[in-house]
Every structure is written in structure tokens, then in C-alpha cells.
């Protein structure tokens, strides 16, 4: 992605490149640091056929075996989030992330849900703890913090979720998305131990591609 007004250097060895970054564009710059050597591995993508894909440089993500196109028609929160609410009314607080690129930025979302507790304390005195519903968009600067972070919160237990999924599935709608960048946290009010943590996670990538369109791909 080099672009005019920018200047780096390039020095490849074997399947690594090394990038510097002497100058940084105002506008459309390299997501690195200036003055700061960068290395990753070069991956070649080939074809069904193994012939060496080649691959436009403004089409980079998009074309990439660990990103998957956005269809410009989202989804609607249905089985597969709803299958997430036996799974969330177990935990303290449920937080799955995924990360989207769009327009030339890099996004993490994030959607938070508590369910409400009900229960009794030491002294024999019940209580009631709401639930909590969240989701939030920021853009990944970078040096990987997040900035200009969208937050808002949701009412009513459990269709807050839905809303939730499907508030993050409208402002990532038409990105590209980072497969393997999927994170699911799961707390436990008592500290019980995390089990069948990859069913969880499947239950909760199922509930992201159902609300990004992603169901029949």
C-alpha cells in the first residue's frame, strides 16, 4: 500500500520483509510508526490451481485467505444469538470482539452483556443486580490502542442483544473481516472454572456471521 508522499524503505530476505517508515503521509499514511523497523511474514496466495494469485494492492484485505467481504445486505439477530443466552445467563459478563476493516481503517467491536442476577447475601437479604448491555466501535490507530470509541448501551433483557449485534452490524456493514480475529471472554460471578470454552466460541462466531449476512457464505 505504498502511496504517494510517503517514503520507506523495503529490505527483503527470504520470506520476510523488513519495512521503515521515514516519512509519513498526512493523508492515506502507512498503518505504521515512522522511524521504527517493522518485519511480518510474506505469505504467497495461490489459486485452486497453485498458480500465484496475483493481487491488486488497494485490494490487499479483501483478497486475503483470512478476511471474508461483507455483503452490503447485513443479517438480523435470530437462532444463532439467541443460542448465546443460556451460555451468557451462566457468566458475570460475556465480551466477544471481532475487527473489521473499512475504508482504509481498521476497527475493533466489541459487544458486553451482564444478565441480570437475582440472589440473597450473608445476612439473608435478597438483592437484584440489572442487566447490562453494551457495544462498542473504535478505530485502531497505530500503535494498536484504540481511539474515537462509539459506545452505547441497550435496554431490556434479552432482546437488548439482538440490538446490540445488530447496531455494530450496521456501521461495519460492506468491510472486510479479519477471520481470525475473533476473541470471546467469559467471567464467572463464583470463579468457576472456564468449560467447553470452544463451544462458546463457536456459538459465539455463528451469532457474528448470523448478523453480518454471513449465514449462507
Not at 509519513?24 to 511480518?40: C, M, N, P, Y
Request: proline fraction near 3%.
Amino acid at each position: 500500500k505504498r502511496k504517494s508522499k510517503n517514503f520507506a524503505t523495503f529490505q527483503l530476505m527470504d520470506n520476510v520483509m523488513s519495512i521503515e517508515i521515514i516519512k509519513q503521509a498526512k493523508k492515506d499514511g502507512f498503518d505504521l510508526i515512522e522511524g521504527v523497523s517493522s518485519t511480518g511474514k510474506l505469505t504467497v496466495v495461490r489459486e485452486k490451481e497453485g498458480n500465484v494469485k496475483k493481487v491488486p494492492t488497494r485490494q490487499t484485505a479483501k483478497q486475503s485467505p483470512n478476511t471474508i467481504q461483507l455483503p452490503k445486505k447485513r443479517g438480523k439477530a435470530g437462532k444463532h444469538v439467541e443460542a448465546l443466552l443460556p451460555e451468557v445467563e451462566k457468566c458475570f459478563s460475556w465480551n466477544q470482539a471481532c475487527f473489521v476493516e473499512k475504508g482504509r481503517k481498521s476497527f475493533a467491536a466489541v459487544v458486553s452483556f451482564s444478565a441480570p442476577i437475582e440472589g440473597t447475601n450473608i445476612h439473608g437479604t435478597p438483592y437484584k443486580i440489572g442487566c447490562k448491555i453494551e457495544a462498542v466501535i473504535s478505530t485502531l490507530s497505530k500503535d494498536g490502542s484504540m481511539t474515537n470509541e462509539e459506545h452505547k448501551t441497550f435496554r431490556g433483557w434479552p432482546n437488548g442483544i439482538n440490538r446490540a449485534f445488530e447496531w455494530v452490524a450496521k456501521r461495519t456493514q460492506g468491510g472486510v473481516l479479519w477471520t481470525k480475529r475473533f476473541e470471546l471472554n467469559r467471567n464467572f460471578w463464583d470463579k468457576k472454572k472456564l468449560k467447553n470454552h470452544k463451544a462458546a466460541e463457536s456459538l459465539a462466531l455463528a451469532a457474528w456471521h448470523e448478523v453480518f449476512g454471513l449465514d449462507d457464505k
